[in-house]
């Protein structure tokens, strides 16, 4: 019997629980939630008259994008927030386009990364880790998998915005560091205002996958 989108979607969280769990074969899927949250710091700035200097990733799943000009009030809110809408469009993206069509959405996922390695990446675990996730990313356009295309996607989709929504509460640490510390300097509303906003983005954005019609999956 096929599964219902809804189902599908189940096993999908179930499945990001899983991989976070498991030593080593986490670690791409969690530097994919930096990546996307750091390139979202360096578009927010590209947006707004500023630049990107740098971009580091490091193993442990950290991350810092450099930028000069620009906002800084939205380059320092689009990283947490950024990810979680990465997140729901990759997932939704994927979910509407055949497999077949979905090699488009792994086409810029592979760009974006090939664009920061070339232009950002300044030290060796950076440029590794890019390696790496062009690899993951590229490797079912290689092998043309057709159904393994979109159902990983789809997987980087779902582990992006649990990962968003769990992040952001790793700054409540009392130490003033990070995105949330930097927007109470700006704007005199605590950290923890922040660290809520990006929560309650991040659970926004699962419970509109979560709240979309029900369907039934079909193969193709």
């Known amino acids: 019997m096929p599964l219902t989108s809804r189902q599908q979607f189940i096993l999908f969280i179930i499945a990001a629980f899983i991989v976070d769990y498991l030593p080593f074969i986490n670690l791409p899927f969690l530097w994919s939630e930096t990546f996307f949250h750091e390139i979202s710091h360096g578009l927010a700035a590209l947006l707004t008259g500023g630049m990107i200097h740098n971009i580091t990733l490091s193993f442990d799943g950290s991350g810092v994008c450099t930028t000069g000009g620009g906002s800084r009030f939205l380059i320092s809110f689009s990283g947490y927030a950024g990810s979680a809408l990465w997140g729901l469009l990759i997932y939704s993206v994927a979910d509407a386009l055949s497999p077949k069509n979905a090699k488009i959405m792994v ?13 950002w990446a300044r030290d060796i675990p ?48 009392g130490r003033d560091l990070g995105d949330g510390a930097s927007l109470a300097q700006l704007t ?9 906003l990006w929560f309650v983005i991040a659970v926004g954005c699962l419970y509109r996958l979560w709240a979309r019609p029900v369907t039934t999956a079909k193969a193709s």
């Open 126 to 173: 950076t440029i590794i880790i890019l390696l790496v996730l062009l690899l993951m990313y590229a490797l079912p356009l290689v092998k043309s998998l057709r159904f393994s295309i979109k159902f990983f996607i789809q997987l980087v989709g779902v582990f992006v915005m649990l990962d968003a929504i769990r992040s952001p509460l790793y700054l409540l640490d």
């Open 188 to 196: 005199g509303l605590p950290e923890f205002f922040w660290v809520a």
């Open 107 to 119: 086409g810029v996922m592979v760009l974006m990364l090939g664009v920061t390695l070339l232009l």
